[in-house]
């Protein structure tokens, strides 16, 4: 399948996985803390689609997408929010604690910024021992405002490490809107190129955007050239953490919501190929339903898995 | 046997694992330059490079990560903190991340990364200078900690932790450096969670760790001199905890003198005294006592801090008042810091 069609496809694919969870989520069998990426989805589909299988992402706390769109089994991470033996870590995880080494999925973290140094020490050890590889992270604006963000870029910076980092910008941490947290008029990418590498913005709700940028961003990693650095800009749809719309609570408005979903990076993605002809309404529209077909298939799997045996409760420590 | 400094066998153990094993790296401030960590990583630092043993910025807790980062690759980092005060800047890591890796991603091969950490009391260092941090380590499931004693322990554990599964921290006391003492010269590991009896007896047990299982020897030759037979045990390892040598000491003694280099709510003494409670209580004959550093944090001015830190004497003295055998004992034997020459 071409590149653009692709795109598109793992778009929908994680779009119907999250709003399968999120429908089901209030049933109360999956009882672990969910950040859905709803409306987020071009950028983890837009920078993994430039990676190669061997590279090494790592995510934070809303990381369903980055796994999935990296390659990461989808009912491995299902059954893991079910809290099934048969989770990618076997219920011990959860939600926030996606891995899957075969797809180049490393680890997530729901504390903020702990995977930028972590991306930053695969990076060292590619470069140690001349391995073709990247390594990328995840984060949103808010690990902008721990000091680990200092500590990975500078270190990366001073040795010259293929690493990509991603921040999601999505105006919220939590239900902090930016501009109360960060100084007014120095934006997040110019901030990361003050430390010396290369920094772009880019609109994190155009996946073919995303794609073409972290195509450059990870070239420049793997020329040698040291790490990269995109600012994609994106907004949350659902709660922080949940499955449920939360407009109505003050923090943020309808208006601003709606306006947002007018720019669905899904529908932007589908009016354009359809309008150029790389794709059909009819395609758009079995790809959907393949990948219902999919989640459906997982989620059935992992509520008839068994769970974790309690007498192996504290196994795998050390 | 051969004799070595407890700094030298440092450093004979991280250039053997390093010859053994090239995904050993080692990284830290100073690491290289020309004092090379009290000599513990200059004979690494000429023998591998710069490529294998190198200077970071500052940044502990970035750095722990990316230690991290780099064993999920198939590395093993050895980062070393000139002081260990300043590893509470790596507890993010090394806490929530480090210690939970295997368990929270069910990742058997987990991250096997080995951080060195120096306790630098004495000489005035003071209150964030001085600290022992081994109880903090040791709370958290997923990490071993171990505070070597002797130089042969100081190259059997980090032997250890090079070769395992990790991750690990080691506390070395600084006042430790210049010991000698026998050390074999092969690599052999000394596993994690096993104790060593340093001095059979049959009356009271002190158990000691680092520079304190050291004191623990020196008050048990002034107990001696007072006809009392103590036998001294030396934890070695924090985490885990070698419960089984602690038990199978009382049931011979039935008293018990815990030595600590850090404070005693929520410490090793604790931890200890808690075993004795729990698993040896119809042995113990009285009640169990901790001597450690009082409730404050450690001050700069000598006499302050001389009586800041258990010593040989002190030790004994509580060991002689278990037995309600009197205190008059051990006057005029001197403290291992009197003939310690500053600075470090």
Redesign the interface.
């Known amino acids: 399948m071409e590149v653009e069609r692709r795109l598109l496809r793992d778009m929908i694919r994680i779009r119907r996985t999250e709003e399968t969870l999120a429908e089901l989520y209030p049933a109360q069998e999956m009882r672990t803390p969910t950040h859905f990426s709803i409306g987020q989805e071009a950028v983890a589909v837009g920078v993994c689609t430039a990676l190669r299988r061997t590279d090494a992402v790592y995510s934070g706390h809303r990381c369903h997408a980055h796994y999935l769109a990296k390659g990461g089994n989808l009912d491995a991470m299902v059954a893991e929010l079910y809290g099934k033996e048969t989770g990618c870590a076997r219920g011990r995880g959860g939600s926030v604690h996606l891995s899957d080494l075969s797809a180049g999925v490393i680890a997530s973290s729901a504390i903020l910024g702990q995977t930028m140094a972590v991306a930053v020490g695969s990076a060292l050890a590619f470069g140690m021992d001349g391995q073709d590889r990247v390594a990328v992270t995840f984060f949103g604006d808010g690990t902008v405002e721990e000091g680990i963000f200092h500590e990975s870029l500078n270190f990366a910076v001073v040795k010259k490490l293929p690493v990509l980092f991603v921040c999601e910008n999505n105006g919220y941490s939590t239900h902090t809107r930016l501009d109360v947290r960060q100084p007014a008029g120095v934006s997040i990418h110019a901030r990361a190129a003050s430390y010396g590498l290369s920094s772009r913005l880019v609109d994190g709700n155009d996946v073919f955007a995303v794609y073409e940028a972290a195509r450059e961003a990870v070239a420049t990693c793997r020329a040698g050239a040291g790490p990269a650095f995109l600012e994609c800009t994106t907004y949350r749809w659902r709660e922080h953490v949940g499955p449920l719309w939360d407009y109505d609570k003050g923090y943020r408005t309808k208006a601003e919501v709606d306006a947002w979903i007018a720019r669905c990076p899904i529908e932007r993605a589908t009016t354009r190929l359809v309008r150029t002809g790389a794709c059909t309404p009819a395609e758009v529209e079995a790809m959907t339903r393949a990948s219902q077909a999919e989640v459906d298939r997982a989620v059935a799997a992992a509520k008839a898995a068994p769970f974790p045996a309690v007498e192996d409760l504290t196994l795998g420590t050390y | 046997m051969r004799r070595l400094s407890y700094g030298g066998a440092i450093s004979e153990a991280t250039v053997q694992c390093m010859e053994a094993d090239p995904s050993i790296?080692v990284a830290g401030i100073g690491v290289d330059d020309f004092k090379g960590i009290f000599g513990t990583t200059f004979e690494a630092h000429r023998r591998f490079g710069d490529?294998r043993v190198f200077d970071?910025?500052n940044?502990e807790?970035?750095?722990?990560?990316?230690?991290?980062?780099?064993?999920?690759?198939?590395?093993r980092?050895l980062i070393v903190h000139p002081r260990n005060d300043f590893m509470f800047l790596c507890m993010?890591?090394l806490a929530?991340?480090a210690a939970k890796?295997?368990?929270?991603?069910?990742?058997?091969s987990g991250v096997p990364i080995v951080l060195r950490g120096i306790v630098g009391r004495g000489w005035g260092q003071g209150a964030t200078h001085s600290q022992s941090l081994q109880a903090t380590f040791a709370h958290f499931?997923?990490l071993y900690v171990a505070m070597p004693a002797t130089p042969a322990d100081a190259k059997g554990l980090l032997v250890s932790a090079l070769q395992g599964?990790g991750p690990v921290v080691l506390l070395e006391n600084r006042a430790l450096y210049e010991l000698e003492g026998e050390v074999p010269e092969a690599l052999e590991p000394i596993p994690f969670g096993k104790g060593a009896v340093t001095r059979a007896g049959k009356d009271i047990t002190i158990v000691g760790v680092s520079l304190m299982a050291y004191e623990a020897l020196r008050a048990a030759k002034i107990l001696a001199e007072q006809g009392v037979d103590a036998e001294v045990i030396d934890l070695r390892s924090i985490r885990p905890l070698d419960d089984e040598i602690i038990v199978r000491s009382l049931r011979k003694t039935g008293r018990l003198v815990v030595a600590d280099t850090s404070w005693a709510l929520y410490g090793v003494s604790a931890e200890v005294a808690a075993v004795a409670a729990e698993k040896a209580f119809p042995h113990l004959k009285a009640p169990v006592r901790r001597v450690t550093p009082p409730d404050s944090p450690a001050p700069v001015s000598r006499p302050l801090e001389d009586a800041f830190h258990p010593n040989p004497l002190t030790i004994a003295r509580a060991c002689l008042e278990v037995l309600k055998a009197g205190s008059s004992a051990g006057k005029g034997v001197a403290d291992v810091q009197a003939t310690f020459a500053g600075p470090y």
């Open positions: 790296f490529a970071i910025p940044g807790n970035a750095m722990t990560g990316i230690a991290i980062g780099a064993a999920a690759m198939g590395k980092p993010d890591q929530n991340l890796w295997r368990y929270m991603f069910a990742n058997g499931p997923g599964t």
